[in-house]
Every structure is written in structure tokens, then in C-alpha cells.
């Protein structure tokens, strides 16, 4: 089965992400009478995966006042300043990844906090704080994992990235109490070693920057001794410093179907304490300045 792999106490730049790896040592003929008995057991149909908010009843159809196209460009160069602003800031990451056993209860756990701070020469970076001894069984969480938590939950729909994706208007929805525009996003066109967001955006009309995301990382990963399976996801954000709005919380609540067998997973991201990263001056010695005539 997946065997979980120790990280290391520090790493260059801040990495994230999540992924379950399954290694099945069955032969053929065993595997295809599991998949078989799997399929037709309704005690093994997957629970209904976290989908809080995510239902249409309050979603408008009506077309928005502006063109669609106008509205992708804009929120495209909002996000763009959004991205290069975060990198200013430190904070502090909590990353939890449970299994989940048929009675509700977590029966293995991946925990790992840490804080995304400057070096003295100003380069941004991970230190991790606290990473207890996993206790996870039956997957494993890879580098791939830690990845795709720095770059797909925390997604961002800069101008650079629009042409990578479809990007499908669906109406107006009320967020709590935020107006916004929701879209459906799909990458073009899977490239090879590249990882995707696809699923559902919402985009403040007013600040014209994601919200909210729902949806998972792509593509899923088959090869021939693994199975690297993601979970759907929900992504929140909060205004910092009135300007721009930054992932605070991430969590998933799904079922991940391996070859032999269905596991459902939990996982959960805080992130807090945005702090605007300052900037050191230093004194010498003063000299006159003399106008000039």
C-alpha cells in the first residue's frame, strides 16, 4: 500500500500541494474481481463529497452589464497584481490530510504548519514549524501534493494564464454578501508534466478578483506502479488591507477511486496572519548636501 514520505524541515521556494498514492500487489486476475465486487456493493458508493455553496439555486442566468470578454480581461489583470502583491507578504500555512474510515472517524493523518518568510538577502521561502509522524496507511502524500498546494488550491487566473484555459460564463451568484460573476474553467489542452486548475470561479463584479473556487487539480495521474488520484476542493478568500483577496481557508471532503479500492479523504488549509513584508534601511554615515546654485 502508499507509504508516506517524511519532508524535509525546510524548503526553497514555499512548496504545497497534495496526492495519494496508491501501490496495488495484486495480480491481474484479483484486481479485476475486486473492481468487480466494488461496483456492485452499495455499501462501497462514495459519501457525497463537501459541496457547501456550491448549489445554484441562487445563481442568475442574466447576461452582466459588461461584455463577458471585458470581464475575463479585467479580473485576468487583477488577479496578475493579486499574485505579484502576496508574494510581498508572510504568513503562516496549516496543512491537515486525514483518511477517513466507514464510520466517519479519521484513522491516519499528514499534518504539517509552517511559516512562508523572507531570508536577510530577501529571498521568500518555507520554514516548516511543526510536522508530527504521519499516521496515514492506506495513500501517501508526494511532492506532487505539496505542489499542487502551493499552486492549484490557492488558484490564480492571471492574464498569463487565461489563454490555458476555457473559460465559460455561467451568471451572477450572491456570496454571502458579494456580488459576483461565475465562471467554469477547463484547461485547453493537458501538457505534459503541467498541472490545472478546472472547476468553478466566483469573481467579485466590484474588485473584479476571485472570491471563491471550487473544483480540483488536473489531470489525475495513472501509471504503471501508481495512482495519483485528487480531491475536489473549495478555495476562500478574504479582502487584506482592502485591496486584494487572498486564499485564507481551503477544504475538501471526498472519495479518491483507486483500482482496488475507494478512500475517502479530508483535507484542510488555513492560512493566516498576512503580514506585508518591510523593508530594512540602513544608516551611514551623513554627509552634507550642498544646494546648488
Known amino acids: ?11 526553497h521556494p514555499a512548496a504545497a500541494g497534495r496526492r495519494h498514492r496508491l501501490v496495488a500487489v495484486m495480480v491481474l486476475l484479483t484486481a479485476l474481481i475486486c473492481v468487480s465486487a466494488r461496483a456492485q456493493s ?3 458508493a462514495p459519501p ?27 479580473f485576468g489583470a487583477r488577479e496578475q497584481e493579486m499574485k505579484i502583491e502576496r508574494e510581498k507578504f508572510t504568513y503562516q500555512q496549516t496543512f491537515v490530510f486525514q483518511t477517513i474510515d466507514n464510520d466517519g472517524a ?16 530577501g529571498k521568500r521561502y518555507e520554514k516548516i514549524t511543526d510536522a508530527p509522524q504521519p499516521t496515514l496507511q492506506r495513500v501517501s502524500v508526494s511532492q506532487q501534493d505539496l505542489d499542487d498546494l502551493e499552486h492549484v488550491q490557492p488558484f490564480v487566473l492571471t492574464t498569463e494564464e487565461l489563454p490555458k484555459y476555457e473559460i465559460k460564463y455561467v451568471g451572477r451568484e450572491q456570496v454571502d454578501e458579494i456580488a459576483t460573476y461565475v465562471f467554469d474553467v477547463a484547461p485547453k489542452k493537458i501538457e505534459k508534466k503541467q ?5 468553478r470561479i466566483w469573481v467579485d463584479q466590484r474588485d473584479m478578483e ?21 480531491p475536489r476542493f473549495e478555495t476562500i478568500r478574504e479582502n487584506i488591507e482592502g485591496n486584494y483577496w487572498f486564499p485564507t481557508y481551503t477544504h475538501a471532503d471526498d472519495t479518491l477511486h ?8 479530508r483535507m484542510t488549509v488555513r492560512y493566516k496572519n498576512y503580514k506585508r513584508y518591510g523593508v530594512t534601511v540602513k544608516f551611514g554615515t551623513p554627509t552634507e548636501v550642498k544646494p546648488k546654485p
Open 42 to 44: 452499495p455499501a462501497q
Open 195 to 199: 498541472r490545472y486548475f478546472q472547476g
Open 1 to 11: 500500500m502508499g507509504k508516506q514520505k517524511v519532508e524535509g524541515q525546510e524548503r
Open 210 to 230: 476571485i472570491v471563491k473556487t471550487f473544483g480540483k487539480a488536473v489531470p489525475d495521474i495513472h501509471t504503471r506502479d501508481n495512482e495519483n488520484v485528487f
Open 48 to 74: 457525497q463529497p463537501y459541496s457547501e455553496g456550491q448549489g445554484e439555486q441562487g445563481l442568475s442566468t442574466d447576461p452582466p452589464p459588461i461584455p463577458v470578454e471585458e470581464i475575463i480581461r479585467r
Open 258 to 265: 483507486f483500482l482496488l479500492q475507494n478512500v475517502r479523504v
Open 106 to 121: 479519521p484513522d491516519g493523518e499528514y499534518r504539517m504548519s509552517s511559516d512562508i518568510v523572507f531570508s536577510s538577502d
